[in-house]
C-alpha cells in the first residue's frame, strides 16, 4: 500500500466521521431533521444529512485519484443537490432530471471508449435506467439503521476485491475502498442506534458511486451482472415489493413502508441492527458465491442468481402472508 492511499483512507474514515458527527450536534440549527411520520422506522426526531462526511471523503478521494471529470463532478452536483433535498422539498421530476442527466454525462464521457456502449447510442438508455434505479434504491432502502452502512462496506468492499483480483485499473480499487472506509466510519453514529441518519446526500451519493463503478470495472455483460449482484439484497427487496404493490393496484410512485426490511422491523418489531446485519450477512454471502460462479461462466451466473432471486421471494412472500391486511401497509 502507497503512502498516498494510506493518506487517503485515512482522510476518508476521518472525514466521514467528522461529518456524521458534526450534522448530529449541529444539524438542528440547519433544519436538517427528520421527524417520525406513519411510514417511519424510528420514533425520535432525528438530525440527517450525516452522509456529508462520506461526500467530503469522495471529493478528496477523486481528486487525489484523479477521476475523470464526466465521473466526479456529476457524482458530487448530484449528492449536493440531494443534501438540499434532505433540508428543503424537492420534486420527484427535479430529482430525476438531475440523476439522467449525471447517467448521460458519465455514459457520454466513455462513448467509444467502453465495450459495453460498442452496441451503439441506444445501448444508452438501458445502462441509464440502471445507473438511475440503482441510486434511487439505494435511497429507498435507507430506511433503518445500519443498512445503508453496512450494505457500502460490503458493497464497494467486493468492487475492490473483485478489481484486484483481476488487476484492473487500481485507482477503482482504491476509490471503493476509500467508500467502504467512508461507509465504515460513518456506523458508529447510525448503528446500532442512531444519532444521525446518513440522509440523501449519502444514500444518492452511494447508489450512483456503485452503479457507475460497476459499469467502469465490467469488460462484459457477465461481469456487469455480476457486479451488480454483489447490491443483490436491496434490488431483491425493492423488485419484489414493487410487484406486490403493482399486483395490489398501488401507484408506484406514492410513499409506503412495503420492503421486507420495514415489515421486519415494523410488524414483526425486530431490532434495527438485527435486520441490517441479516442484510449484510446476506449481501456478504451472495457476493462472495457470485466471485466463484463468475469464473463458471453467464448460465452458472443466471441459475444461482434465480435460485438466490427465488429463495427471496419465497422468504418475502411467506412473511407477508402472515400479516393481516391492516398490519402489512
Known amino acids: 500500500m502507497s503512502g498516498l492511499n494510506l493518506f487517503l483512507f485515512l482522510l476518508c474514515i476521518g472525514l466521514s466521521g467528522a461529518g456524521a458527527w458534526w450534522i448530529g450536534r449541529f444539524g438542528h440549527r440547519f433544519g436538517l431533521l427528520d421527524k417520525p411520520n406513519d411510514r417511519s422506522s424510528h420514533n425520535n426526531t432525528t438530525a440527517k444529512g450525516g452522509g456529508i462526511g ?9 481528486i487525489l485519484l484523479k477521476v475523470p471529470a464526466f465521473f466526479g463532478v456529476p457524482a458530487v452536483i448530484l449528492s449536493l443537490i440531494s443534501f438540499a433535498g434532505d433540508r428543503y422539498p424537492l420534486s420527484t ?25 460498442s452496441a451503439g447510442y441506444l445501448i444508452i438508455i438501458p445502462i441509464s435506467l440502471f445507473i438511475v434505479g440503482t441510486t434511487n434504491f439505494y435511497n429507498f432502502m ?95 427487496d425493492e423488485i419484489t415489493t414493487e410487484l406486490i404493490r403493482l399486483k395490489d393496484g398501488e401507484k408506484l410512485w406514492t410513499p409506503h413502508r412495503r420492503h421486507l426490511y420495514q415489515i421486519l422491523a415494523n410488524e414483526y418489531s425486530i431490532a434495527h441492527w438485527k435486520v441490517s446485519m441479516g442484510y449484510g450477512l446476506a449481501q456478504l454471502i451472495v457476493g462472495v458465491s457470485i466471485l466463484y460462479f463468475l469464473k463458471q461462466g453467464l448460465l452458472a451466473v443466471l441459475l444461482i442468481f434465480f ?23
Open 307 to 329: 435460485l438466490y432471486f427465488v429463495v427471496f421471494s419465497v422468504i418475502s412472500l411467506a412473511l407477508r402472508k402472515r400479516l393481516t391486511p391492516k398490519t402489512d401497509i
Open 54 to 62: 462520506i461526500l467530503a471523503g469522495f471529493i478528496a478521494a477523486a
Open 142 to 236: 435507507d430506511g433503518i439503521n445500519g443498512i445503508a452502512g453496512l450494505t457500502g462496506i460490503v458493497g464497494f468492499g467486493l468492487l475492490a476485491v473483485f478489481a484486484h483480483g483481476r488487476e484492473i485499473d487500481s485507482g477503482l480499487e482504491v476509490l471503493s475502498i476509500a467508500l467502504s472506509l467512508g461507509c465504515a466510519a460513518f456506523l458508529p453514529f447510525n448503528f446500532p442506534k442512531a444519532k444521525v441518519f446518513m440522509g440523501d446526500v449519502g444514500s444518492i451519493l452511494l447508489g450512483f458511486a456503485f452503479a457507475t463503478i460497476v459499469f467502469m470495472l465490467a469488460d462484459s455483460f457477465l461481469e456487469f451482472l455480476c457486479l451488480s449482484l454483489f447490491m443483490f439484497p436491496f434490488y431483491a
Open 93 to 117: 421530476t427535479i430529482r430525476l432530471l438531475f440523476q439522467f442527466a449525471a447517467s448521460f454525462i458519465f455514459l457520454f464521457g466513455f462513448y467509444n471508449g467502453h465495450p459495453l456502449l
